[in-house]
């Protein structure tokens, strides 16, 4: 597994608060069918559906639209878990930082469809869905940080924080191996950004 690189932005005293908010409970796989997390619906737009949003939120220069204004033709998208580039929206997916089986293992198994489809369209947090490149998506799958991590390891540190966040944010749980996971993480990250930081 990749190992993190210090990054001094995060703040790690919050991040733990949200750590210790979260349930520890044993996941609940068995049920889950995607198609019962409607997601890409066009929500609060007039016709672009939730990856097109995202698709425009992410490109760090403005994205080209179609004549209709409906869909994403070209823009250039920074992959942050592999630190790749790309030009073209065929090149990348929309990953769920959490994924839609874990997020349903994890609690979202009592959810009403509403709410299942409330997740996967989330676009009021950027934390939620993430730009990244199709085969880091694929390769990620459904994994949590306990079986998958993001390749370019400066990245690590603020795609743990993310996914507690997340869980967080979503009063969504944790089994045992996943919270030891991500707490000896964040644990690594605090006491190396702490030692990277210059004397004053």
């Known amino acids: 597994m990749p190992r993190p690189v210090p990054d001094a932005s995060i703040d790690y005293a919050a991040v733990a608060a949200q ?3 979260i349930r520890v409970e044993e996941e609940r796989r068995r049920g889950y069918v995607r ?31 179609s004549a209709n204004g409906c869909s994403v033709l070209s823009g250039v998208w920074n992959d942050p ?17 959490v994924p839609l ?22 676009v009021s947090d950027p934390l939620t869905l993430v730009t990244v490149s199709a085969a880091a998506n694929r390769a990620k799958g459904s994994k949590g940080p306990e079986d998958w991590l993001p390749p ?11 996914w507690i966040a997340v869980k967080a944010r979503w009063e969504l749980t944790m089994d045992e191996r996943e919270r030891v996971t991500v707490g000896n993480i964040l644990s690594d990250c605090r006491r190396t950004a702490v030692g990277a930081r210059p004397a004053r």
Do not use: M
């Open 152 to 162: 370019r390891e400066e990245y690590i540190c603020a795609y743990v924080a993310g």
């Open 35 to 65: 198609d019962e997390w409607p997601h890409w619906l066009t929500i609060d737009s007039k016709c672009l559906n939730t990856r097109e949003q995202v698709l425009i939120r992410d490109s760090v220069k403005p994205a080209k639209l």
């Open 19 to 21: 750590l210790d908010s």
């Open 81 to 97: 878990y592999t630190g790749e580039t790309f030009t073209e929206p065929k090149q990348v997916d929309i990953d769920h930082r």
């Open 101 to 122: 089986e874990e997020t349903y293992a994890s609690g979202g198994y009592d959810w009403p469809r509403e709410k299942r489809a409330a997740y996967a369209n989330d």
